[in-house]
């Protein structure tokens, strides 16, 4: 079994910046991709970010691009989340996610999921 471990959320002001991270153990591999989701109360789980295991691949929701950042060393377990000008729609927990497969991430259905880590932006 894998676990991803999530850290990194916190309670940050309108416009500011915060940075996750996710960090596969248990068991190590390396050609996966890891991501991200996000889920607020009464809303759909939603898909933020992926990265697939050489990094050349990179996919961002529409509603975080050109805010969020992911990155990783190629073949890292690690994985980070950078995210700048956030509002009070970004509030959520965050879920990291992996699998082998680029397609079932960013289709919510990956092997692995985090416990999630919260994120809170007042107004």
Known sequence: QVDLVESGG??????GSLRLSCTA??????????????????????????????????????????????????????????MNGLSPEDTAVYFCAADTSTSRVRLGVPDYWGRGTQVTVSS
């Open 25 to 82: 153990s248990g068991v190590t591999f390396s050609k996966h991709t890891m991501g991200w989701f996000r889920q607020s109360p009464g809303k759909e789980r939603e898909f933020v970010a992926a990265i697939n295991f050489s990094a050349r691949d990179i996919y961002y929701a529409d509603a975080v691009k050109g805010r969020f950042t992911l990155s990783r060393d190629v073949g890292d377990p690690t994985v980070y989340l950078q």
């Open 10 to 15: 916190g309670l940050v002001q309108a416009g």
